[in-house]
C-alpha cells in the first residue's frame, strides 16, 4: 500500500494541474502550521488529501539546531471523518532530516505534525467518534455501526480507544448523595453506587456493599452532610461507623413499599384466619394440649424439652397398648426410667416466663377448639394479662395444630382470591371502596381494620409531606397498641432508625434518581453481554452519565 501512495503521490506532483476552487475551502477546514494542502485523489470508496511541508529545513526536537541536511522523504496516512460516505485520508509528505550537531544522541528525525500524536493513525475528531458511539453500545457493536459509517474500526480498536478515554472528575465536595447497591452478578456479586443528588451525576462505583467499603469511602470524603439510603443494614452500618459527622435520609419509596408488604401479609393471615373460622372441621382437644405444653417448655433447655417428649411418646405408645418393655426399647431408657413417666410433674418445670400461660392453658385450649383463638392477637385480646414474650412463635404452634386436625380438609368455604393492587388500594388509597369479596369478610370479621386503614393513609399523608415529622412518634405508639404482629414488627424497625425516618419526612432528599441509575447499570451490563469487568463497567457508567 505504501508503494501505491507513493506512485500516486509522485503522479499528481508530476502533473501540471490547476488547483480547483474546492481546494481553498478545503485548506480552512485542514490547517496545519507546517504543511500546505495541495492535492486531493477521489476514488470509488475513499478521498484522499495530500500535505506536502512549506520549509526546506527543520529542528532538532531533541537539540533545537536548525539543518537542511534531508535525508529521505515519506508518507504519513492518517484517517479522518468520512466525506459523502467516503473515507477521508489526510496524507501528509514528512521529511526526515540529519541532525548536524555531533553532540546530539539523534541522527535522525522526522519532521512532526502540528495536532497530532506521534505515529497516530486517526484525527482527534474521528477518535472522539469512535469513543462516542462505543459509549452508547457494545465494542461489537459500535464496530458494526462505524463499519455502516465508512469507518473501518474493529471492535479491539473501539475499546482500546474508549478505554484511554479521559472523563472530567465529578465535584470534588458533594454535600448530599444518595447509596444504593446492584447487582453485578446476581445473588454472587453486589456492587455499590454513590449519586451526587444535586447534580445527578454519579461519583463512584464500588466493588462491594461491604460496611467497610462504605466506611473508606466516606473517611475520604468529609465534605458530606445528608446521605439517602434505603432500610439495609450494611448501609447504615458503614455509615454509623464512619468519622464523618452526617445525617441519614430513609427512602421514602421503600418505606411505602416495606409497610405495604407488611400489610399484605397482615391481609393474607387474617382472610386465612377466617376461612379457618367458618370451616366446619373439629379441633382434637389432645393435639392441642400436647402443642400447648410444647410451646411452654420451647422456652426451656433443652434437656428439659427432650424430657417433655419423651413423655409425649410414652402417653402415645401406652395408649397404644405397648408394654413397659417395648417402650423401653423405643426411648432407649431403662425400665425403672419409664416408670417415672406414670407420676410426671410437669407444672413444676414451667419455666418463669411460662406460668401466666399455664394458668390459662385449660381457656386457651377451649378458645382454641371453639376458634375464638386463630391468631396471637386473639390471645392478647382475650387474655391481656399473659406475657407477650411468651407468645413468641404462637402463630406457627396454631398452624402445627391447624395440620395436625383438619389434615388440609378444613377450607370447606372458598371467600374468594384478592391481588397485591386491591389490597394497597384498599389500605392506601382515601375514599376508595373495594369490591373484593375476601376483604369485605375481612372488614366485617373484624372491626378495627377500619381504624388500620386510617392508619395507613396516616403514614401515606407523612410519607407526601402533609404532616410533620413530630407526628411520626405518635403514629408509632398508636400502631403498637392495636397488637398486631405485623404493625408492631413495623413500628419496631421504625423505632431502630428513628432519626432517618424523620428527615425523610421533612426533608425533600430521596433515592429515585438512585432507581433510574442503577436501571442504567444494568442497561449498560447487559448491553455487554455480562462479559466486562467491573473497571470497565465503572468506567462506561461515568462516561455516560456524565453527557
Not at 74 to 91: A, F, M, N, Y
Not at 354 to 382: P, Q
Not at 417 to 442: H, M, P, V, W
Amino acid at each position: 500500500k505504501t508503494k501505491d501512495y507513493q506512485q500516486n503521490y509522485h503522479t499528481c506532483m508530476s502533473k501540471d494541474i490547476k488547483e480547483k476552487s474546492y481546494i481553498n475551502d478545503f485548506r480552512k477546514l485542514f490547517s496545519y502550521k507546517d504543511y500546505r494542502l495541495t492535492k486531493s485523489i477521489e476514488n470509488d470508496n475513499s478521498i484522499d488529501f495530500i500535505f506536502v511541508r512549506r520549509k526546506s529545513y527543520a529542528e532538532c526536537p531533541l537539540c533545537g539546531n536548525r539543518t537542511r541536511k534531508k535525508h529521505s522523504t515519506q508518507l504519513r496516512r492518517i484517517s479522518d471523518l468520512p466525506i459523502l460516505d467516503k473515507q477521508v485520508h489526510l496524507i501528509f509528505s514528512c521529511d526526515k532530516y540529519y541532525c548536524v550537531s555531533p553532540s546530539c544522541k539523534r541522527k535522525i528525525f522526522v519532521t512532526p505534525i502540528d495536532g497530532f500524536r506521534a505515529r497516530a493513525r486517526r484525527t482527534l475528531r474521528l477518535d472522539e467518534k469512535i469513543r462516542e458511539i462505543s459509549r452508547e453500545m457494545s465494542f461489537n457493536g459500535a464496530s458494526r455501526t462505524l463499519k455502516n459509517l465508512n469507518i473501518n474500526c474493529s471492535s479491539s480498536t473501539c475499546g482500546r480507544i474508549f478505554k484511554s478515554s479521559s472523563i472530567s472528575s465529578p465535584p470534588s465536595n458533594p454535600t448530599h448523595i444518595g447509596i444504593d447497591d446492584f447487582a453485578y452478578k446476581k445473588g454472587k456479586v453486589y456492587g455499590t453506587v454513590i449519586v451526587d443528588l444535586n447534580t445527578g451525576r454519579p461519583l463512584d462505583l464500588l466493588d462491594s456493599r461491604e460496611s467497610s467499603v462504605i466506611t473508606d469511602w466516606l473517611n475520604n470524603h468529609k465534605s458530606i452532610k445528608y446521605i439517602s439510603r434505603d432500610g439495609g443494614l450494611n448501609f447504615k452500618r458503614g455509615i454509623e461507623s464512619s468519622k464523618a459527622e452526617v445525617s441519614q435520609i430513609r427512602d421514602r419509596f421503600h418505606l411505602m413499599a416495606d409497610f405495604s408488604k407488611y400489610i399484605e401479609n397482615m391481609v393474607k393471615r387474617l382472610v386465612a384466619n377466617i376461612r379457618l373460622r367458618v370451616s366446619d372441621v373439629t379441633y382434637n382437644p389432645d393435639i392441642i394440649r400436647v402443642e400447648l405444653w410444647r410451646h411452654i417448655f420451647s422456652f426451656c433447655r433443652k434437656d428439659i424439652q427432650q424430657k417433655y417428649e419423651r413423655y409425649i411418646i410414652y402417653n402415645e405408645m401406652a395408649v397404644k397398648g405397648y408394654s413397659i418393655k417395648e417402650i423401653a426399647e423405643r426411648l432407649k431408657m431403662n425400665v425403672a426410667n419409664v416408670r417415672r413417666h406414670r407420676n410426671m410433674q410437669l407444672k413444676n418445670n414451667v419455666p418463669p416466663i411460662g406460668r401466666s400461660f399455664y394458668t390459662h392453658m385449660e381457656e386457651i385450649a377451649k378458645a382454641i377448639s371453639d376458634k375464638r383463638i386463630v391468631c396471637e392477637s386473639d390471645v392478647c385480646r382475650l387474655f391481656p394479662d399473659i406475657n407477650q414474650e411468651i407468645l413468641t412463635g404462637f402463630d406457627e404452634r396454631l398452624e402445627n395444630i391447624r395440620r395436625e386436625c383438619c389434615k388440609d380438609k378444613y377450607v370447606k368455604i372458598k371467600i374468594g382470591a384478592f391481588c397485591s393492587k386491591e389490597i394497597f388500594r384498599t389500605f392506601f388509597e382515601e375514599g376508595y371502596q373495594t369490591k373484593n369479596d375476601a376483604i369485605k369478610a375481612l372488614m366485617n370479621e373484624y372491626g378495627y381494620i377500619k381504624n388500620i386503614i386510617d392508619l395507613c393513609l396516616d403514614f401515606r399523608k407523612m410519607m407526601n409531606g402533609n404532616k410533620s415529622g413530630i407526628l411520626l412518634k405518635e403514629w408509632l405508639q398508636k400502631a403498637k397498641s392495636y397488637r398486631i404482629k405485623e404493625l408492631t414488627s413495623f413500628a419496631r424497625m421504625i423505632s431502630l432508625d428513628m432519626d432517618a425516618v424523620e428527615n425523610a419526612i421533612n426533608l425533600p432528599w430521596n433515592n429515585g434518581i438512585m432507581e433510574g441509575t442503577v436501571n442504567k447499570i444494568k442497561t449498560l451490563k447487559r448491553m455487554m453481554y455480562g462479559r466486562a469487568s467491573f473497571s470497565l463497567l465503572k468506567l462506561k457508567l461515568l462516561a455516560f452519565l456524565s453527557t
